[in-house]
């Protein structure tokens, strides 16, 4: 988050709305309708659901208060307008106040298919139908709330819990694997992957190995955490997480299930 980004945010006028391009307008509805078609049987019940609750737009990027209404009734929470790229500091003091930040820019056609950093459909997409959900509402808020108040180094610890769940989730159901994680559910070949690829491990998450596994965030996920149903998110939120950070320095990182990144001139 401190990285510089290649895209503006779009400010909003002094009614909150955003003036988004036809060509914003039409990348976003080219992106929500492949996704649609690639998430049909692999996202969870509750994402669905969720999506069913907010309604959006398929024609258009849709304003922030269209999303906020549904999210202010259902678990109190808003989603806050953000530049680009935001300091730890302010991701987790909107987290802890139940504000999730969505940067408005859309990502470009040359990045159609894959972006670093999350853009208006990431953040809305992937990750708001969720957020109507209680327990991942929950569990995000206590994350907020922990992040805040931690150290760098545990920050960095914490992060690789957020990354397991929230953002690279699988649920283990009586139908099969689903999917949560909002960074799977905005990519297709992610979705396609996490789901139907034999490459990759998928392992019941315990909070403390989960603290201890690297990530790229550029690459698709060597491993991946199952979770029975989001209610166990609850359980996990009322754990003593700062408990199992500090256990999990003690303890060290496992060894990284992927290559290196490799080093470019401006490394």
Known sequence: ???????????????????????????WHDLVERQLKHIQGKACDEYMHGLELLDLPQDRVPQLHEVNEVLQSTTGWQVAQVPALIPF?????????????????????????????????????????????PAFAH????????????????????????????????????????????????????TEYAINSDKPERKPLVPLDALRTPYRIDIMQPIYYTIGSTEELFEIA??????????????????????PKPKTDAA
């Open 139 to 190: 569990f995000t808020h206590q994350y907020g709330k922990l992040g805040l108040n931690a150290t760098p180094k545990e920050r960095v610890y914490l992060a690789r819990l957020y990354w397991f769940t929230v953002e690279f989730g699988l649920l283990k159901t009586a139908d099969g694997l689903r999917i949560y994680g909002g960074g799977i559910l905005s990519s297709p070949g992610e």
């Open 1 to 27: 988050m401190g990285k510089q980004s290649n895209y503006v945010s779009r400010q909003p006028d002094e009614n909150g709305i955003i003036a988004w391009s036809d060509e914003d307008n039409a990348v």
């Open 89 to 133: 500091d302010e991701f987790f003091r909107l987290l802890a106040n139940k504000q999730f930040p969505v940067a408005t820019f859309i990502r470009t056609r040359e990045e159609f298919d894959y972006l670093q950093e999350p853009d208006i459909f990431h953040e809305i997409f992937g990750h708001c139908p969720l957020l109507t959900n």
């Open 238 to 259: 009322d754990l003593d997480i700062m408990a199992l950070v500090r256990e999990a320095m003690e303890l060290g990182l496992f060894e990284p299930k992927f290559p």
